[in-house]
């Protein structure tokens, strides 16, 4: 019934209607509790009005039922509102695991994606209707903040470390994207398009016109040799750093005795600041790889260290063409790009 109303931008994800429904709520709940307190002081300085000059007010001792009532019932209200918002908080942060991955990068002033397969683009992202997606997101600068109002997601962006968002588009079309941080001078420029396509259309676009250049999994084992990595990290045991097979995922003991999950977040912090967390057992003796290699290259090394545990996954979901980035970059590893 409040499709129409032209305040709102439209909904084209599984999720607008349930974060607009919590959104009417709690404007219903704020009016009707206005309108209800208003209500009552005017009548409250009418009725209770001084009617004489040497009037006294009746002395007051208070109502322990009363008090309760108008304790309890605002704390169910609340507790309403704060169970639907986290459920609808996790529905949204939290992708499902089969979920269409893409890798976002913001920097001053644009947003850029990678592909799984490899495909890359610049404030443009296209995505099939009807699949879940998540987005993996981090920044090459500031803090920036990724917002698809038709979607009803946003979720900040932030230099040196991951975010995770998840969305199901529902309608195909095009969507504003609007960086929702200010973030510099052209802060409002930073803006661009969600593509929706039928599933047919995404995978003709998915195998479109583009180099040869691999997925960012093969991408990521290139650089991985590229910077002699294999040198330490061996897939036997005899390496001088740990194994990377089948790490992702898995609970790292470390020298320390604490335990920490091989998540993007951990992988990423091992190769930029590898002495933060030192694997029990090994030396810390690994470099810095902190400006040797990109916010973009980071990811594809994370997506080869990814592939090292889940080379099932890979073979079914990685089977498109090869492809190549539509970005006007000439090559992937230009680092500082
Ligand atoms: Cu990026 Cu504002």
Redesign the pocket.
């Known amino acids: 019934m409040w499709s129409g109303f032209p305040l709102f931008p439209e909904r084209a994800s599984t999720i607008a209607g349930r974060v607009d429904a919590l959104y009417y709520f709690l404007v219903a709940v704020s009016t009707g509790m206005s309108l209800l307190i208003a209500g009552l002081i005017i009548f409250f300085a009418i009725k209770y009005r001084r009617r004489s000059a040497n009037e006294v007010g009746a002395p007051i001792t208070g109502s322990l039922g009363l008090e309760v009532l108008w304790s309890l019932i605002p704390f169910g209200i609340m507790m309403i509102m704060f169970v639907w918002g986290v459920r609808l908080y996790f529905t949204i942060y939290h992708a499902p695991a089969d979920a269409l991955e893409v890798q976002v990068i913001?920097k001053?002033?644009m947003w850029k994606f990678q592909h799984l397969d490899g495909r890359r683009e610049i404030n443009q992202l296209h995505v099939p209707v009807g699949r879940a997606v998540q987005l993996t997101m981090t920044s090459q600068d500031v803090i920036?903040?990724f917002f698809i109002p038709a979607f009803r997601v946003k979720l900040d962006v932030l230099p040196g470390r991951y975010t995770t968002l998840g969305f199901q588009a529902t309608t195909p079309g095009q969507y504003h994207l609007f960086?929702?941080?200010?973030?510099?001078t052209q802060?409002s420029g930073?803006i661009g398009q969600i593509i929706v396509m039928e599933p047919t259309q995404y995978q003709a676009w998915l195998s479109g016109s583009g180099s040869a250049q691999g997925s960012l999994a093969s991408l990521g084992q290139t650089l991985f040799q590229d910077l002699a990595c294999q040198t330490c990290h061996r897939s036997d045991t005899q390496g001088r750093g740990p194994q990377l097979e089948g790490l992702f995922g898995k609970t790292v003991h470390l020298q320390n005795g604490q335990t920490v999950l091989a998540d993007e977040n951990y992988l990423r912090e091992s190769i930029l600041d590898p002495q933060a967390k030192i694997v029990a057992g090994f030396q810390p003796i690994m470099p810095t790889f902190q400006g040797l290699v990109s916010e973009e290259q980071v990811l594809q090394l994370i997506a080869y260290i990814k592939s090292l545990g889940t080379q099932q996954a890979q073979a079914t979901g990685g089977s498109s063409p090869p492809e190549g980035p539509r970005d006007a970059a000439p090559s992937g590893r230009a680092p500082g790009t």
Not at 179 to 184: L, N, R, T
Request: glycine share 16%.
């Open positions: 913001g001053q002033w920036h903040s960086c929702a941080e200010y973030c510099g802060h930073m």
